[in-house]
């Protein structure tokens, strides 16, 4: 018998090596959890089985994702893509569900000699919501490093994901009162119904104003321990309403997590819940691991084969379909059917709802789970190698992908030592607006087709494309521009704009925005000409309008600000940190840290070249004596009681106090 503390231990520790695995494979998380399940589960290596605590912390992982959903519903938002997600999204999840009934229907009345196992209209409904999920977390990822969020196909794609995420809501309610009789289900569903719609009311219109009060009241306290525990209750205590009240906990996470996203705290709220979703939800999904049997699924592979191909395809289909009458294009059409063939995370907790309920035959569940994880693990795949497939299938692809460069080139032919810009949002349209008052010819490059569509009838030299595409770069005339700026503030995106630009002409300067100093050295080496960091520009501008107004000559300040970007933000690089600071913050990010000597510090009488702080990642800023600042020189002399500040990562810092202390 394995105790609670070793079965932790072992939880814990092959969640560590599944996730470094899987990492290392540039593969989701997600599926390193579900295989590190079945590696140690009781169809396996028969480490450690289902046990009640692990169903508990599990469900707990359920119901936390639930509450990060929720936190993302935005009426606005919603308002916004409502033919998106309730025309194309709810089309896509409905036919889903129909289309797997009508199989099952088939299946019970012309098949029973060919298929082991009968499929009944309520088992059917279940595996139709489970198999009409895809992946948000697998999906949202490719579309980010891929930079299509804003593209026509990624944004199908979201609106798609976001009603799907909303439909796991009533599929909660729906799955467990189908395992009821047949003359009870219309009084089963109607009670559920009705007890759902008072919760609901009693928590948004009653709970949204308690809530607001209520945060504020705690956030008064200024206390960071008093604000995670209210967090936990109010998203415990939520679930445990809507479990009282005969509905699933996920359901009341959920509203809670509504109830937040009107208030000002929800983006404090999502960085705190983060911890306890991420750990709960991979113990969640390595529970679900456990139930699949390798030797079962592994003697009926062909049935397996079936069950992943078979849904894939016709998922595709009709999402392509769907996508297609709802006005896109067929390369559109395709690569939203592409991103959301596979399984979702969601469709795991239907299908486990399914299974506790005894709705569906654990041959079959064992047979669809396989399935859904083999999918999500060809998704990245898929995804990836999207435009190729696009390209092979649709014929009029091509004649639009040419269509899209021959506009741009068209607009670039006869233009000479042009700026490009790389993204037309609200930087981009500023630059563009100053270039443009100088007589400066530009041609920006964006994603979004609506914006481009709106500035091109405002007369800006506007195309829709991708910077970080070779041929948009070519059409764009990028061996005859002055310059190329980098206007979103995004890394990963201006890495690879950066190193086709150093292909196609290494001499062109190029100018990158950022957020902050965190990625300026990595960006630098990339090739980036200049790099101007947001926060510390920000910092400048304030800096220079308060030495103004207190009497300092503009050429002085003037000189200053140029100084500052002279040496690259040096001595504006790294700040104190206090309790407000986030805690997310990579642990790269330069920091400034105090250190005073005191009598037995290992430091006094030494020089600070000997004690090589370089050699760790760290430097000396600023040694104060008393109340004198002294200059620092490698042949500086620490004393007892000096204040030494120290800059360098988080790790380094550490390193370096350590050096001047023990």
Same mark, same amino acid.
């Given at each position: 018998?394995?105790?609670?503390?070793?079965?932790?231990?072992?939880?814990?520790?092959?969640?560590?090596?599944?996730?470094?695995?899987?990492?290392?494979?540039?593969?989701?998380?997600?599926?390193?959890?579900?295989?590190?399940?079945?590696?140690?589960?009781?169809?396996?290596?028969?480490?450690?089985?289902?046990?009640?605590?692990?169903?508990?912390?599990?469900?707990?992982?359920?119901?936390?994702?639930?509450?990060?959903?929720?936190?993302?519903?935005?009426?606005?938002?919603?308002?916004?893509?409502?033919?998106?997600?309730?025309?194309?999204?709810?089309?896509?999840?409905?036919?889903?569900?129909?289309?797997?009934?009508?199989?099952?229907?088939?299946?019970?009345?012309?098949?029973?000699?060919?298929?082991?196992?009968?499929?009944?209209?309520?088992?059917?409904?279940?595996?139709?919501?489970?198999?009409?999920?895809?992946?948000?977390?697998?999906?949202?990822?490719?579309?980010?490093?891929?930079?299509?969020?804003?593209?026509?196909?990624?944004?199908?794609?979201?609106?798609?994901?976001?009603?799907?995420?909303?439909?796991?809501?009533?599929?909660?309610?729906?799955?467990?009162?189908?395992?009821?009789?047949?003359?009870?289900?219309?009084?089963?569903?109607?009670?559920?119904?009705?007890?759902?719609?008072? +919760?609901? &009311? #009693? !928590?948004? =219109?009653?709970?949204?104003? $308690?809530?607001? /009060?209520? *945060?504020?009241?705690?956030?008064?306290?200024?206390?960071?321990?008093?604000?995670?525990?209210?967090?936990?209750?109010?998203?415990?205590?939520?679930?445990?309403?809507?479990?009282?009240?005969?509905?699933?906990?996920?359901?009341?996470?959920?509203?809670?997590?509504?109830?937040?996203?009107?208030?000002?705290?929800?983006?404090?709220?999502?960085?705190?819940?983060?911890?306890?979703?991420?750990?709960?939800?991979?113990?969640?999904?390595?529970?679900?691991?456990?139930?699949?049997?390798?030797?079962?699924?592994?003697?009926?592979?062909?049935?397996?084969?079936?069950?992943?191909? +078979?849904? &894939? #395809? !016709?998922? =595709?289909?009709?999402?392509? $379909?769907?996508? /297609?009458? *709802?006005?896109?294009?067929?390369?559109?059409?395709?690569?939203?059917?592409?991103?959301?063939?596979?399984?979702?995370?969601?469709?795991?907790?239907?299908?486990?709802?399914?299974?506790?309920?005894?709705?569906?035959?654990?041959?079959?569940?064992?047979?669809?789970?396989?399935?859904?994880?083999?999918?999500?693990?060809?998704?990245?795949?898929?995804?990836?190698?999207?435009?190729?497939?696009?390209?092979?299938?649709?014929?009029?692809?091509?004649?639009?992908?040419?269509?899209?460069?021959?506009?741009?080139?068209?607009?670039?032919?006869?233009?000479?030592?042009?700026?490009?810009?790389?993204?037309?949002?609200?930087?981009?349209?500023?630059?563009?607006?100053?270039?443009?008052?100088?007589?400066?010819?530009?041609?920006?490059?964006?994603?979004?087709?609506?914006?481009?569509?709106?500035?091109?009838?405002?007369?800006?030299?506007?195309?829709?494309?991708?910077?970080?595409?070779?041929?948009?770069?070519?059409?764009?005339?990028?061996?005859?521009?002055?310059?190329?700026?980098?206007?979103?503030?995004?890394?990963?995106?201006?890495?690879?704009?950066?190193?086709?630009?150093?292909?196609?002409?290494?001499?062109?300067?190029?100018?990158?925005?950022?957020?902050?100093?965190?990625?300026?050295?990595?960006?630098?080496?990339?090739?980036?000409?200049?790099?101007?960091?947001?926060?510390?520009?920000?910092?400048?501008?304030?800096?220079?309008?308060?030495?103004?107004?207190?009497?300092?000559?503009?050429?002085?300040?003037?000189?200053?600000?140029?100084?500052?970007?002279?040496?690259?933000?040096?001595?504006?690089?790294?700040?104190?940190?206090?309790?407000?600071?986030?805690?997310?913050?990579?642990?790269?990010?330069?920091?400034?840290?105090?250190?005073?000597?005191?009598?037995?510090?290992?430091?006094?009488?030494?020089?600070?070249?000997?004690?090589?702080?370089?050699?760790?990642?760290?430097?000396?800023?600023?040694?104060?004596?008393?109340?004198?600042?002294?200059?620092?020189?490698?042949?500086?002399?620490?004393?007892?009681?000096?204040?030494?500040?120290?800059?360098?990562?988080?790790?380094?810092?550490?390193?370096?106090?350590?050096?001047?202390?023990?």
């Amino acid at each position: 018998m394995v105790s609670g503390l070793e079965l932790t231990l072992l939880l814990l520790g092959s969640a560590v090596l599944g996730v470094v695995a899987f990492r290392m494979l540039h593969l989701p998380p997600m599926l390193g959890y579900l295989a590190v399940g079945v590696l140690i589960g009781p169809h396996a290596l028969r480490l450690a089985g289902e046990t009640e605590a692990t169903s508990a912390l599990a469900e707990f992982g359920v119901v936390f994702l639930m509450f990060s959903i929720g936190l993302e519903f935005s009426l606005a938002q919603l308002r916004a893509m409502r033919r998106i997600v309730f025309g194309l999204g709810l089309a896509q999840v409905v036919l889903t569900i129909v289309a797997t009934m009508l199989f099952g229907w088939i299946s019970h009345a012309f098949l029973p000699r060919f298929l082991p196992f009968a499929v009944s209209w309520q088992a059917a409904f279940a595996l139709g919501g489970a198999l009409a999920m895809s992946s948000t977390a697998i999906v949202s990822k490719m579309l980010t490093e891929r930079l299509e969020l804003e593209s026509q196909h990624g944004r199908r794609i979201i609106g798609i994901l976001l009603f799907q995420d909303l439909a796991v809501v009533p599929l909660l309610i729906l799955i467990p009162a189908l395992a009821q009789s047949p003359e009870k289900l219309v009084a089963t569903l109607a009670w559920a119904t009705v007890k759902a719609i008072a +919760v609901l &009311v #009693l !928590l948004l =219109f009653f709970g949204q104003k $308690l809530m607001r /009060k209520w *945060f504020t009241i705690v956030v008064k306290r200024r206390s960071q321990e008093l604000f995670m525990l209210n967090l936990l209750l109010v998203t415990l205590g939520a679930a445990w309403i809507t479990e009282r009240a005969g509905l699933s906990m996920a359901l009341g996470a959920f509203v809670a997590g509504m109830l937040i996203s009107e208030t000002q705290y929800k983006h404090q709220v999502e960085e705190d819940i983060k911890p306890f979703r991420d750990v709960l939800l991979g113990l969640f999904f390595i529970t679900i691991g456990m139930l699949l049997n390798l030797e079962l699924v592994l003697h009926n592979w062909a049935l397996v084969l079936l069950l992943l191909t +078979v849904p &894939v #395809l !016709l998922k =595709f289909a009709l999402i392509a $379909l769907l996508a /297609k009458a *709802f006005g896109s294009s067929d390369g559109v059409s395709m690569r939203t059917g592409i991103a959301l063939a596979q399984a979702g995370e969601f469709g795991f907790v239907l299908l486990n709802l399914a299974s506790g309920a005894k709705l569906i035959d654990p041959f079959i569940i064992q047979l669809v789970l396989a399935s859904m994880v083999l999918s999500m693990l060809a998704a990245p795949l898929l995804i990836a190698n999207s435009d190729r497939i696009v390209m092979k299938i649709a014929a009029n692809e091509w004649m639009m992908q040419s269509l899209q460069l021959t506009q741009i080139a068209s607009r670039t032919m006869a233009a000479q030592k042009h700026v490009i810009i790389a993204g037309f949002g609200r930087s981009g349209q500023s630059l563009a607006t100053l270039l443009a008052e100088e007589k400066l010819v530009y041609y920006a490059l964006d994603l979004d087709p609506e914006r481009v569509q709106e500035a091109q009838a405002a007369g800006a030299n506007v195309s829709y494309g991708d910077a970080s595409r070779r041929e948009s770069l070519i059409a764009a005339g990028v061996n005859r521009a002055s310059a190329l700026v980098i206007s979103f503030a995004d890394t990963h995106a201006a890495l690879k704009v950066l190193h086709l630009v150093h292909e196609l002409a290494p001499a062109l300067p190029v100018i990158v925005r950022s957020h902050d100093d965190t990625d300026l050295d990595t960006l630098k080496k990339a090739g980036a000409t200049e790099v101007v960091p947001e926060a510390l520009e920000g910092s400048l501008m304030l800096a220079s309008h308060a030495l103004v107004m207190m009497g300092v000559p503009l050429r002085r300040v003037v000189h200053r600000v140029q100084s500052a970007r002279d040496e690259r933000y040096a001595s504006l690089r790294g700040y104190f940190h206090g309790a407000g600071d986030a805690s997310d913050e990579p642990d790269h990010l330069l920091r400034l840290h105090s250190v005073t000597l005191g009598d037995g510090a290992a430091s006094i009488g030494k020089r600070l070249a000997e004690l090589q702080l370089a050699d760790v990642g760290a430097e000396v800023t600023t040694l104060r004596r008393g109340r004198e600042r002294v200059d620092v020189t490698p042949a500086t002399v620490f004393a007892a009681g000096d204040v030494v500040v120290l800059r360098g990562a988080a790790d380094a810092v550490t390193r370096a106090e350590g050096r001047l202390l023990q």
